[in-house]
T-cell receptor, first 113, second 113 residues
């Protein structure tokens, strides 16, 4: 089955710096890659996603890139702000008959003022 | 906010007991997925319901069961609770199969003592 690895587990940056979180997946049939932000005591919030027919997608300060050949995808956050501090999860969905997301283990991002 | 609601927010049960968790999906979403999130881990897929039928299941034993109702709301039932069942239980609603996007509720924190 699908396996998703995520690095780093923790990331500390200064406000205004960029942050990059990387994930790899094992199943070449995966075709949808969302990123979620989870704040303390809340459920995961979908912040951006990318499909296998696209190499890059951007939404204001966040962007996601996908390298299907290497089975890598990454989240890029520019001009980080303290409110970006949270746990970020990558996930992958295989092209099965149902919508099962396989999640990475999460990255705790801390943005210091 | 995603429009996905879950109840109760917190629950404490004793080993061996049974528990029922509830989820109301976002308006127009007829697919509901349930995930278990242990402390410090990413969510793990339990099962998914579509048109009141289970149409996909993760690596969880039969004592984890569910229901979906005609209004697309859903229940997760866990029998014979074990200490390791202590976790945050998340439900996610989505549009009909193929879109991939899943929107999570705030979760139910279950503690088994």
């Amino acid at each position: 089955g699908e396996n998703v690895e995520q690095h780093p587990s923790t990331l500390s940056v200064q406000e205004g710096d960029s942050a990059v979180i990387k994930c790899t997946y094992s199943d070449s049939a995966s075709n949808y890659f969302p990123w979620y932000k989870q704040e303390l005591g809340k459920g995961p919030q979908l912040i951006i996603d990318i499909r296998s027919n696209v190499g890059e997608k951007k939404d204001q300060r966040i962007a996601v890139t996908l390298n299907k050949t290497a089975k890598h995808f990454s989240l890029h956050i520019t001009e980080t702000q303290p409110e970006d501090s949270a746990v970020y999860f990558c996930a992958a969905k295989t092209n099965t008959g149902f919508q099962k997301l396989v999640f990475g283990t999460g990255t705790r991002l801390l943005v210091s003022p | 906010e995603t429009g996905v609601t879950q109840s109760p927010t917190h629950l404490i049960k004793t080993r061996g007991q049974q528990v029922t968790l509830r989820c109301s999906s976002q308006s127009g979403h007829n697919t509901v997925s349930w995930y278990q999130q242990a402390l410090g881990q990413g969510p793990q897929f339990i099962f998914q319901y579509y048109r009141e039928e289970e149409n996909g299941r993760g690596n969880f034993p039969p004592r984890f069961s569910g229901l979906q109702f005609p209004n697309y709301s859903s229940e997760l039932n866990v029998n014979a609770l074990e200490l390791d069942d202590s976790a945050l239980y998340l439900c996610a609603s989505s549009l009909p199969q193929g879109s991939g996007e899943q929107y999570f509720g705030p979760g139910t924190r279950l503690t088994v003592t």
